[in-house]
Structure formats: structure tokens, C-alpha cells
């Protein structure tokens, strides 16, 4: 079967703040049939959280059907799985999926420093991104902390997660990076997370807004909030938990600084 080969562009951010450019690939087969697309380095530290989810262009210029998420991998090297999302009942449209990883094997042991692959499989192929592993540290190492490769406007986007466990931090991102607040709640009971205060650094980008823990009836899920660093800068990002026609005070509140370099 005959092989076609793209050299993408990716726009990356810079961990100096400035913006740079990586070359990633994308290989296809025609006629069409499994993809496999390769984007990075994207550089994270031990004891910080990613999240990750399949983006595409609209409206699309191919491959437009509903496409499925089947697997959650991280791999180590030498091919070895390092982590499995066991959590997700797999397969799932990719409008309605995204994987997270907190550095850490599947039997929840933080993993070594060191080079890993994010693989997600799909029912169009996989799609990967090359991650560093690195010790802690405060403030973001260099590398790039935001990139793109895509094959028919598809690809993977990377969040640096943050969840409640973060209230009260500081987050330092490069320009460029995106970050993702992840905040536990349950709009059955009338209660909703909203954003109370948003540096004008971060821009807000567009996604699932929330994801249910299961199909039951009252379940509670997560609140999902999306940014993208545009510029230098510092200030706080907050959220309250309230009923929207309720004037008394939040029922939780939800704050972290944020500093872009």
C-alpha cells in the first residue's frame, strides 16, 4: 500500500515565553485508512498533572464522521505500557473523551524520570505525543509547551492539569501552554462552577464543558475550564460553586495563581 508523508508545521510555545516553531509528522495510507500522527516534546515535571483530548477543524475538510476513542496508553522506551486508562468504558466518541495522567503507573506509583510516549488509539489510527519526565521543579523547564500536528485538521491537544487538590498554588506555565481546571461537582442539584476571575493572559478555549462519572441517574461528574497562555503575566484565576439564581455565597470556592513567563 502506497505511503504519504506530511512535514506540519507546528506552532510551539517557547518555555522563554517567546514562540518557536517544532516539526512534527503525520502518516496516512491511500486510500484512506489508518492514520498515525506524532507531536512534541511537551516537557512535565514529577508530581504535576496532563490532560489530553482530540481536537479538529471546523467545519472539517475530511474525515467528518464520528470518530471513536478505543484506548489510553502511556508507554516507556522499550514499548512497555507504564499506564492504562482502566477507569473509561472504552470506546467512546472523541467529543465526549478526555484522558488524563498524573504521572504515575497504573498502580498509581509516580513513574521515573525519563522519555514516554501518550499514545491514544482510534478507529481512524493513533495519535501520539512525545513527553519528557522531569524532577520537580518550580518553574517550567525548557521545551515545548504547546504543539500541534494534525492529519485532516485532527489532532491531539495538552493541558496542563490542575483539580481542587491544586487550591491555593501557584501554576507556572511558558507562553503558549494551555491549562486545564478540572472541578468536581453535580448540575443535577441545581449547582454549576463558574469562572468569578480571569487574568487577561489566559484566553478561554472552547470544549466539553463537563463529563458525567457514569450514566445513573443524579451522578455527579467533573466541570472542565480551558486556557490558553497569550502573554507574560501573573494574577489569579478563581471559580465559585453556586446555584446560578442564588444570591447567597458560594456553596465552594476554587482559587490558584497563575505566573507566565
Sequence with gaps: MRTVRWA????????????????????????PGQVRVTTGVFTFSQGQG???????????????????VSAFLVLDPTGAVVYADE?????????????????????GEPVAEGKYTLLVMTSIGDFQAE?????????????WS???????????ALYRRVDERDEG???????????LI????????????EAVEEPAFLARIEGLPYRADSHLIGAGG???FRYQATEAGAGNLSFAYRRSWEATPPEKTFTLTVIVR
Design 8 to 31: 506540519l508545521l507546528l506552532v510551539a510555545g517557547l518555555a522563554i515565553g517567546s514562540f518557536g516553531q517544532a516539526l512534527g509528522t503525520a502518516t496516512s495510507s491511500i486510500p
Design 50 to 68: 496532563l490532560a489530553v483530548e482530540l481536537t479538529g477543524d471546523d467545519p472539517c475538510p475530511c474525515t467528518c464522521g464520528t470518530i471513536f
Design 87 to 107: 477507569a473509561t468504558a472504552y470506546p467512546l466518541p472523541s467529543d465526549e473523551w478526555l484522558g488524563h495522567w498524573d504521572l504515575t503507573t497504573t498502580d
Design 131 to 143: 513527553l519528557q519526565v522531569t524532577a520537580p521543579d518550580p518553574a517550567p523547564r525548557a521545551g
Design 146 to 156: 504547546m504543539a500541534e500536528a494534525t492529519v485532516c485538521g485532527i489532532g491531539l
Design 169 to 179: 498554588t501557584t501554576i507556572p506555565l511558558n507562553g503558549g501552554a494551555r491549562l
Design 182 to 193: 478540572a472541578l468536581p461537582g453535580n448540575p443535577t442539584t441545581g449547582y454549576g462552577w
Design 222 to 224: 467533573v466541570f472542565y
